[in-house]
C-alpha cells in the first residue's frame, strides 16, 4: 500500500485530498498518512493528522511513502521540490478526469474532476490541471505550471516552466507561452507569448 503524505494545509490541499480519497473510493491501494505544514495552531485537517513542519518531511520518509506538494504557488512548489529532490512524489488523477492512454504525466502533478488531457501531450513534474481543464493533443507543459478551471488548450500547444494559465482562457493551436508567465482569465491567445510577462484580452495583449 502506498502512504501518501500532503504537503500543505490548505485550499488547494483539500482538494487534492478528497482527489486522494476518490482514487481509494475507486479501489487504489492508497492511504492518506497525514499532513505536513507549518502552521503550529493547527492538529488536524480534514480528519488527518498534521504530523509536523514541512522542513521535517523527510523524517517521515519510508520506502512506501509518497508526497504530493498540495499548494497552488508554483513558485513554493518549485521551492519545496527543488529541497527535497531525494523523495519521491506522489501523481493524484481524479477519477472522472479523461487521460488518454497515449499521454505522459510526470510525478507530482495533480489532475483534477472532469479535466480532459488528449493524445501524445506531456506533462512536466507538480504541475495543476485544475477542474475541467482540456489539454488537447501534442501539447507540451512545463514543470509546475497552473492550467487553471475551465481553460483550453488547443492542439499543439507549449507552456514553460512555472506558467499560470487563467481560467476560461483559450489558447489556439500551435502556439507557444513561455516560462514564468500569466495568462489573466478569459483570455484568448492567438499569438505566441513570450516569457515572463503577463497577457490579457481577447486577443490576448501583453501588458507592460
Known amino acids: 500500500m502506498k502512504e501518501i503524505i500532503v504537503i500543505g494545509a490548505g485550499g488547494h490541499s483539500s482538494v487534492i485530498i478528497e ?18 505544514d507549518d502552521n503550529e495552531k493547527i492538529s488536524q485537517f480534514m480528519g488527518y493528522k498534521i504530523l509536523d513542519k514541512i522542513q521535517n518531511a523527510r523524517f517521515y520518509n519510508t520506502e512506501n511513502t509518497e508526497y504530493i506538494i498540495a499548494i ?39 489532475v483534477m474532476s472532469k479535466a480532459v488531457i488528449n493524445s501524445n501531450s506531456k506533462i512536466g513534474s507538480h504541475v495543476i490541471i485544475n477542474t475541467g481543464a482540456v489539454i488537447e493533443h501534442d501539447n507540451k507543459i512545463g514543470d509546475f505550471s497552473h492550467i487553471s478551471p475551465q481553460a483550453t488548450l488547443c492542439g499543439g500547444v507549449s507552456i514553460g516552466d512555472e506558467t499560470h ?44
Open 72 to 110: 497552488g504557488s508554483n513558485n513554493i512548489r518549485k521551492k519545496i521540490s527543488n529541497e527535497f529532490k531525494d523523495l519521491k512524489y506522489f501523481t493524484a488523477i481524479h477519477p472522472t478526469s479523461m487521460v488518454s492512454k497515449s499521454a505522459v504525466i510526470k510525478e507530482g502533478t495533480v
Open 165 to 208: 494559465i487563467g481560467a476560461n482562457s483559450t489558447i489556439i493551436q500551435y502556439k507557444i507561452v513561455g516560462s514564468k508567465t500569466i495568462i489573466g482569465a478569459g483570455a484568448t491567445v492567438i499569438n505566441d507569448i513570450e516569457s515572463n510577462v503577463f497577457a490579457i484580452g481577447c486577443p490576448a495583449k501583453v501588458k507592460k
Open 19 to 36: 482527489i486522494i480519497e476518490a482514487m481509494i473510493d475507486m479501489g487504489q491501494n492508497l492511504k492518506i498518512k497525514g499532513l505536513l
